[in-house]
């Protein structure tokens, strides 16, 4: 990727480098790479940074047009406009929207479930496409295998509402499972509880010692929604 020397000259080699670590590819359930880049609000936060640097501000104040060079950073991290321009004006400052939210809000109260968690699950499970399917046979948002989409209710997995309230309802049995513990409940999501009942852990501590003897899937798996969770934090 050419980046402009104007841009690199005057930020600085080590906040592009910063940034460009921030994007990164990630698996999603269905085993294919997809590329996550760095989220709006990472950005807002960045250019914030930049902004009160007392040696990056002279020198975006000193061009012609000091906005120019920040939308040119983020398209070259594949941001859009239209994204950039919400970022400017502030309309992105916390928690990433998406077309789902009512559904997961709903879902949230109803079973106690955090917002921020349920999108991180949905993210990095389906990457918010309610189609998907698996090569394990897992659909939809929350990739329910059929057998325990049926046992929740589900009668059709691609149906978003449907998926959405089965999957955060399965994940809020795996919390209550395990006590509240997050990360037990996630590996009992993605390995089934029966793995994690067999490690003889009860805490997310204890989980964490052994968590080599879990699937590499699964291990990778709750690293990647904690990274997920930040961008839709509050």
């Known amino acids: ?36 880049g760095v989220s709006a609000s990472g950005f807002a936060t960045m250019l914030q940074a930049m902004s009160t640097s007392s040696e990056s501000s002279s020198y975006l104040t000193s061009l012609p047009d000091a906005t120019s060079v920040s ?26 929207p998406t077309s789902y939210d009512d559904l997961i809000q709903k879902a949230s109260a109803k079973y106690g479930v955090p917002i921020d968690l349920i999108k991180a699950v949905i993210d990095t499970e389906s990457s918010f496409n309610p189609n998907v399917v698996s090569s394990a046979g897992a659909k939809g948002l929350m990739q329910l295998m059929d057998g325990t989409a049926s046992g929740l209710g589900v009668t059709d997995s691609f149906d978003p509402e449907q998926n959405i309230d089965g999957g955060v309802r399965y994940l809020s049995y795996q919390l209550k499972r395990f006590g509240g513990e997050e990360k037990m409940a996630l590996a009992a999501y993605n390995a089934g509880p029966g793995r994690v009942t067999d490690l003889g852990v009860t805490n997310d501590q204890e989980l964490l010692e052994k968590l080599s003897l879990l699937p590499k899937e ?15 934090a509050v």
């Not at 841009?7 to 359930?29: F, P, R």
């Not at 291990?219 to 904690?226: P, R, T, V």
């Open 1 to 36: 990727m050419q980046i402009n020397p104007a841009v690199t000259d005057g930020l600085g080699q080590l906040k592009w480098i910063n940034l460009k670590a921030t994007t990164e590819k990630t698996s999603s359930a269905n085993g294919n790479e997809r590329s996550t």
């Open 71 to 96: 939308s040119l950073l983020w398209q070259q991290i594949g941001g859009t406009t239209e994204t950039f321009n919400n970022i400017i004006s502030g309309e992105i400052t916390g928690s990433t």
């Open 218 to 232: 699964t291990q990778s798996y709750i690293f990647k929604i904690e990274r997920a969770r930040a961008q839709y």
